[in-house]
T-cell receptor, first 113, second 115 residues
Framework: EAGVTQFPSHSVIEKGQTVTLRCDPI?????LYWYRRVMGKEIKFLLH????????ESGMPNNRFLAERTGGTYSTLKVQPAELEDSGVYFC???????????FGSGTRLTVV | AQSVTQPDIHITVSEGASLELRCNYS??????LFWYVQSPGQGLQLLLK??????LVQGIKGFEAEFKRSQSSFNLRKPSVHWSDAAEYFC?????????????FGGGTRVLVKP
């Protein structure tokens, strides 16, 4: 079984540019989550999809961040325009049900310069 | 406010020595508890989890953790550390319900293993 796949693994962009991160969950997993860890801080929840619907987006920092999950399969997280404080590692995770934990991807390291 | 605390930012341990990583949480009820590990260049891997029942939980790679309700703690242990255990370790808590199950993480503990 393939795991949760994220790409790119690294991205370096200039302030003001747009970046799109992609997450492919484990096949059949209805639940998909985005988390991020900025510069030495805690890993923080961003949002949760159930299929294509946003179940909880309470962790999205501001309206420069847009997450989508069309068709309930892969998800994208777009940052537009990127700011320096957006630098960090963005993790995606998926689960079959809403209980018992989930599987994380390897993360995308975003650097905004 | 709900929180998860990992008091030790860095721990250095000799190979073959024992390891204990501390985790304390502050919640109104007993949450579900997890330990994840992130090795260099890798994603977050689940080591073990506690939902209910036996308070001593066995995980992968020889790790175990003990839930102590009276202390609101869920400390991770390994009797004999291997060089490959050098990584960053995260404690996390969650409340799973139909509406969602986001995790709250501690700040992480970076473990260095001396030969």
């Amino acid at each position: 079984e393939a795991g949760v796949t994220q790409f790119p693994s690294h991205s370096v962009i200039e302030k003001g540019q747009t970046v799109t991160l992609r997450c492919d969950p484990i096949s059949g997993h209805d639940n998909l989550y985005w988390y991020r860890r900025v510069m030495g801080k805690e890993i923080k929840f961003l949002l949760h999809f159930v299929k294509e619907s946003k179940q909880d987006e309470s962790g999205m920092p501001n309206n420069r961040f847009l997450a989508e999950r069309t068709g309930g399969t892969y998800s994208t997280l777009k940052v537009q325009p990127a700011e320096l404080e957006d630098s960090g590692v963005y993790f995606c995770a998926s689960s079959l049900g809403t209980g018992r934990g989930y599987t994380f991807g390897s993360g995308t390291r975003l650097t905004v310069v | 406010a709900q929180s998860v605390t990992q008091p030790d930012i860095h721990i250095t341990v000799s190979e073959g020595a024992s390891l204990e990583l501390r985790c304390n949480y502050s919640y109104g009820a007993t949450p579900y508890l997890f330990w994840y590990v992130q090795s260099p260049g890798q994603g977050l891997q689940l080591l073990l989890k506690y939902f209910s029942g036996d308070t001593l939980v066995q995980g992968i790679k020889g790790f175990e953790a003990e839930f102590k309700r009276s202390q609101s703690s869920f400390n991770l242990r390994k009797p004999s550390v291997h060089w490959s255990d050098a990584a960053e370790y995260f404690c996390a808590v969650g409340f799973f319900k139909a509406a969602g199950n986001k995790l709250t993480f501690g700040g992480g503990t970076r473990v260095l293993v001396k030969p």
